[in-house]
């Protein structure tokens, strides 16, 4: 899957992060992503962590990994944006 998705190989050792799907469930939108992305870019020498995870919520259906929902994920340059 994460060949397939071009995701970044992970770091060696524990895995610490966040995931959106424990405050958002399917409500995550692409500026809730970016506030949160942006706490914890500027928060990771403290904090120590290695993963950032979009769990559900993102996609038009379950089981269509490779879509956006409509109106959620507008910006230009879509999740690409946000993973870098």
Request: glycine share 10%.
């Amino acid at each position: 899957c994460g060949d397939h998705n071009d995701a970044r190989a992970m770091e060696k050792g524990l895995t610490y992060g966040w995931c959106s799907w424990y405050h958002y469930y399917e409500n995550i939108d692409h500026d809730s992503l970016s506030k949160n992305a942006h706490v914890l870019n500027k928060s990771k020498s403290k904090i120590g962590f290695n993963l950032c995870l979009v769990d559900d919520g993102y996609m038009t259906s379950w089981g269509d990994w490779t879509s956006l929902k409509p109106g959620k994920f507008v910006k230009e340059g879509g999740m690409r944006v946000l993973a870098d």
